[in-house]
């Protein structure tokens, strides 16, 4: 009965006050500690469809919603709106009403990542600690290889690793000013980018950078989403930098200089193991190397190894930075794998002094 | 298990090797082996050590001091080890600027702060030197102000058991200055400390006696007993004591030369003192915690509250609060008279003008009989400024012994130096108006031992002079000389001289003239050798108010000392030469004096000859060795003559009776003494131009027993 009357005035005094007055309605609802799901939730949706987005289910073929000028007052109403709040999870509930796509199963996705987009963008230059705090919620929420996800990040590294290098510094700080955005972008970026043997399989150089100097500068970088997947399990971008370390030796980007990258990897592997070290007091015996990861990581090993007949020091550097990272997560016991499994796993490497001593370690012990 | 040991050390060696293979290509790298080493083998000190000298090569303060601090909760044997945390505690202590100080200094800066108390208290702990113990201990109570209940009584007790264990022979020692300057002030502002009263004026008097030793410490020369630096006589060292040793503070013994500076001491002593009382329930007034006051405002503070407490003197509290009051001014007003009058006692103070010395004025004084009137009387310059201040009616009635202190041309002493030795005798008698305050203060006295104290005890000479107490001033200044006569002749000449004028100066008013002569002509003998004859105008006399005493400030020069003395022997001289008697001897050696500011005695020289003409013969064989006034000669060639009266005088080095009783049987032999006393007499008239000044001193000291024979 209500609810007409409030879309009708809401109708008449437009944008942007009534866009002020959705956002107030969602924080009520939100706060109202009800599930933002029910009836009075898809009411809210439709608010939020039509007031927020101005793309209503019902609007005509020609509706072409706000202009660049107006979407431009939205961003900043937006970013104003959540840089007020202290309260992180009201925050992140009202963000997930305006941005959640289900993974990509809403109507509204392209719009709303478009918009989420430009809105991260905006909020990395201004180092909105809210706005990308409640992203990596959403990103982690969407699944960090959902569509959204990817696409929302390409259209990020866009923006400030190829676009506009020279704003890579603002970039360089996220890392401070919310850590738990640049771990999930760490997190996706590996997923990404898989070093293939083709150039678009290779980080940009930039952004490799920003991520060593991340994850070496701040071994909690890799831990900082964990608070918010606990109970299931550990989202961090351990995985995916041991997969880059790793193979990197093996993997000549085609395009771009290698002796800079290379010292860009030695310096995010270290990164990894820093980050295995802290994550014994930060979060106790959190399995952040899984066993499927050990295992995908030595078959690739194995494949590059065979495929190009690499026997020389860039093969030993491979096996010496698993063994490492190996070693290192057995001691920290951030691995489920016993001695005697990564033995078994690590069987058809080629023969190395380290690899053999680890391995070896524990009959002795 | 052995052979096991061996892989493991030879594998964590291979490990090593590999971190430092790579160290110069890709520093990361080695980082990497270095982590994966030491999660194989954590008991491996020497790859922890390895990764610390990564990190310190890179720089990286916080990674090395992290590593740093694992390495000392897990390897705390490790000598290497050892000295690095000793490298970081020291830098603390250092103002250096140099990389590796600011270094090690980030590094601890970077440790979480329970790791630096960790560090600093396991190292003071291990430290088997109780120096560096309380230089650490002080670093851990300036930084962990909570710490200060638990550890600073400690520390205190500490040091002051070290210093009686070590039985030093001064107060300004290594562990004195620590406790006082650093520790006790540290303990005393927290405010959870609990301490007896009874300990907190222990502490105060450790204080107080360390201030004021390390202010008064005697300059130090070479070969002396004083703080030496050091043994080291090589001659860039000595030409250093030269040059700066006597002005400066030589440094503490065990401590660095930024350690033994004490800024401001009795701005800091005061300090403490007001803290200490606070905690010991003295009423302070707001003002009196001002150390920048002037000496009048002082005074009078205390002259307050001692007037508030004076029926009430068994309240302990407020006693104390008067005695430490009343002692910390004396002390302070004492050496500041000190340091104005004989600066050269004091290491820390220069000078380049002569010390001075206080002594009765005998010029006014009707010593002998005959008072000579008729004298200029000039304007006496009133040195008693600032008379009136404060003072009550019975105090002015107490203050009557005071005297009017008049000061040479060259004995001045500026307004403060005065006012200070002023003020130091009142908070004197303030301390000694009430048996158990006078009782209190000995005390602290007894265990400060002040009676070593040397400018303490010229000050209470001064001040018996002063006071007009001549008596008790003689048995303290014959007790201080009989214990000065043992010494090195050389380092004691000034003290000798000093003592030696003041004596005179008591004995000569006592009445005891010989004494006063024989030291006068002591002193004679101590004067500084001065290259130049100093000015020879003496400083006119001048007539005192007949009813205060006059004392005399000199400066210890021939050209002060030399009149004073030869007015003290002429005084006593001319009793024995104008007497009834025939003395020959002290009428010649009167005239001798005579000469010394001539004419200003013409009028006692007349006397003289007239006696001799009296006495018609006058012998003194000396004569043509000392008179030279051209004045005298004539008189004497006169008095040969007929028309002088035909004197028979003996004035030759050998007796003229002697000669003409061996030249009886010739004739005509009075022709030839004749002879040579008109040749003596022409060679005399050559001489008449030389410095008087030089040919007194001769005399007195060359004749200095034939001089005190006749005054027998």
């Not at chain 1, 840089?83 to 990509?104: I, P, Y």
């Not at chain 2, 990286?60 to 000598?79: C, I, P, R, V």
């Not at chain 2, 070290?162 to 650093?182: A, W």
Request: glycine share 6%; with cysteine; proline share 5%.
């Amino acid at each position: 009965m209500k609810m007409p009357s409030l879309r009708d005035s809401l109708a008449y005094e437009g944008f942007p006050q009534a866009t002020r007055r959705v956002l107030e309605q969602a924080e009520a609802a939100c706060s109202g500690g009800g599930e933002v799901g029910g009836g009075g939730g898809s009411q809210l949706a439709a608010l939020v469809e039509e007031f927020v987005h101005f793309r209503p289910p019902d609007a005509l073929p020609h509706h072409t919603g706000l202009n660049a000028l107006q979407e431009l007052q939205l961003l900043q109403i937006l970013s104003d709106y959540f840089g007020g709040k202290t309260n992180t999870g009201l925050a992140r509930q009202v963000f997930m009403v305006l941005f959640a796509t289900r993974g990509g199963a809403d109507r509204l996705t392209d719009h709303k990542v478009k918009l989420l987009g430009k809105l991260v963008s905006m909020c990395i230059a201004t180092q909105h600690e809210m706005v990308l705090d409640c992203t990596s919620y959403w990103i982690l929420q969407e699944g960090a290889a959902s569509p959204p996800v990817l696409t929302l990040l390409t259209s990020v590294i866009q923006d400030y690793c190829m676009l506009m290098p020279g704003t890579l510094d603002t970039l360089r700080k996220v890392d401070r000013t919310s850590p738990s955005f640049a771990c999930q972008f760490v997190t996706i970026v590996t997923g990404l980018y898989q070093l293939k043997p083709v150039s678009s399989s290779h980080p940009p150089p930039a952004l490799l950078e920003v991520i060593a100097e991340w994850v070496a500068g701040n071994p909690r970088i890799c831990l900082a989403s964990l608070k918010d997947t606990k109970g299931s399990a550990p989202v961090t971008p351990i995985p995916g930098l041991c997969h880059w370390c790793v193979k990197s030796p093996l993997v000549q980007n085609p395009e771009k200089n290698a002796p800079e990258d290379a010292i860009l990897y030695s310096k995010l592997h270290l990164g990894v193991l820093q980050s295995l070290l802290a994550a014994q007091t930060i979060a106790p015996n959190a399995k952040l190397l899984p066993v499927s990861t050990v295992e995908e990581i030595v078959a690739d090993l194995r494949a590059l190894v065979s495929a190009a007949g690499q026997q020389g020091e860039a093969a030993q550097t491979a096996v010496e930075r698993l063994a490492q990272v190996m070693q290192v997560a057995m001691a920290t016991g951030c691995t489920h794998l016993s001695r005697k499994q990564v033995a078994g796993v690590c069987g058809q490497l080629p023969e190395n002094r380290l690899l053999a001593l680890i391995l070896g370690y524990g009959g002795e012990g | 298990m052995a052979a096991a040991k061996k892989n493991s050390r030879e594998d964590s060696a291979w490990l090593v090797t590999r971190a430092r293979d790579s160290l110069k290509s890709d520093p990361h790298a080695a980082k990497a082996w270095l982590i994966t080493a030491r999660t194989l083998f954590p008991g491996e000190f020497s790859v922890q050590y390895e990764a610390y000298s990564v990190e310190q090569a890179a720089g990286n303060t916080t990674g090395a001091a992290k590593m740093l601090y694992d390495m000392f909760t897990q390897f705390s044997d490790e000598t290497i080890l050892q000295a690095e945390v000793h490298k970081m505690t020291s830098a603390l202590q250092s103002d250096s600027r140099d990389p590796d100080t600011v270094f090690y200094t980030g590094m601890f800066e970077s440790l979480p702060s329970s790791a630096q108390r960790d560090v600093l208290l396991k190292s003071a702990e291990k430290s088997g030197n109780a120096v560096d113990h309380c230089r650490l201990m002080l670093l851990l109570l300036t930084r962990f102000p909570d710490t200060r209940p638990e550890h600073g009584v400690k520390l205190v007790d500490t040091l002051l058991d070290t210093e009686k264990r070590e039985s030093l022979p001064s107060p300004v020692n290594c562990y004195r200055k620590l406790l006082v300057c650093d520790t006790i002030p540290l303990v005393c502002s927290s405010p959870d400390i609990d301490v007896s009263h009874k300990q907190l004026y222990r502490w105060l008097q450790k204080a107080m006696e360390f201030y004021i030793c390390f202010l008064t410490q005697p300059p130090c020369r070479e070969g002396s007993k004083g703080p030496v630096l050091s043994s080291d006589k090589s001659p860039l060292k000595r030409q250093a004591s030269v040059f700066g040793g006597l002005t400066r503070h030589a440094s503490i013994e065990g401590l660095t030369d930024k350690e033994s500076v004490v800024l401001d001491p009795w701005e800091r002593l005061h300090e403490l003192m007001m803290t200490i009382g606070c905690r010991c329930g003295w009423e302070i007034n707001m003002a009196s915690l001002q150390e920048e006051r002037s000496l009048s405002d002082k005074w009078l503070c205390l002259k307050d509250l001692y007037n508030k407490e004076s029926d009430d003197l068994e309240d302990s509290s407020q006693r104390k609060h008067i005695l430490y009051s009343a002692t910390f001014l004396l002390y302070q007003c004492v050496h500041n008279y000190t340091v104005a009058v004989q600066p050269e006692l004091f290491s820390g103070s220069t000078s380049h003008s002569p010390p001075l010395v206080l002594v009765e004025d005998i010029r006014n004084r009707p010593a002998v009989k005959e008072r000579k009137s008729g004298k200029p009387v000039k304007k006496r310059r009133k040195l008693e400024a600032g008379e009136d201040r404060g003072t009550s009616d019975d105090e002015a009635g107490q203050r009557s012994g005071r005297a009017n202190i008049q000061m040479s041309k060259s004995g001045q002493v500026p307004p403060e130096g005065m006012a200070s030795f002023r003020t130091a005798i009142d908070c004197w008698k303030l301390l000694h108006k009430q048996h158990v305050m006078e009782k209190d203060f000995s005390r602290l006295n007894q265990h400060w031992k002040t009676e070593g104290w040397v400018w303490l005890q010229s000050f209470i000479i001064d001040m018996l002079l002063y006071q007009g107490d001549q008596q008790k001033a003689v048995s303290l200044l014959e007790e201080l000389l009989g214990s000065c006569s043992g010494k090195d002749q050389e380092d004691n000449r000034q003290t000798l001289l000093r003592l030696s004028l003041q004596l005179s100066s008591c004995q000569f008013c006592l009445g005891n003239y010989q004494r006063a002569c024989e030291l006068a002509l002591d002193a004679i003998a101590e004067l500084p050798v001065e290259v130049q004859p100093g000015d020879t105008v003496p400083s006119k006399q001048q007539k005192a108010d007949k009813e205060s005493r006059q004392l005399l400030m000199l400066s210890c020069t021939e050209a002060d000392i030399l009149p004073y003395c030869v007015h003290v022997l002429v005084t006593c001289l001319k009793r024995n030469a104008l007497g009834d008697s025939e003395d020959d001897m002290s009428l010649g050696h009167l005239m001798v004096m005579l000469q010394y500011d001539w004419p200003s005695q013409e009028a006692l020289f007349i006397k003289a000859v007239e006696k001799i003409v009296q006495q018609g013969s006058f012998t003194y064989n000396i004569f043509f060795n000392y008179v030279i006034n051209i004045d005298m000669l004539e008189e004497f060639a006169f008095l040969k003559t007929p028309e002088g009266g035909k004197i028979n005088l003996d004035l030759l080095p050998v007796s003229t009776t002697a000669i003409s009783r061996q030249r009886t049987v010739t004739r005509g032999v009075h022709k030839g003494v004749k002879e040579d006393f008109r040749l003596a007499m022409e060679r005399q008239v050559a001489r008449c131009s030389e410095h008087v000044d030089t040919l007194i001193k001769k005399f007195l000291t060359e004749e200095r027993d034939i001089i005190l024979q006749n005054l027998l």
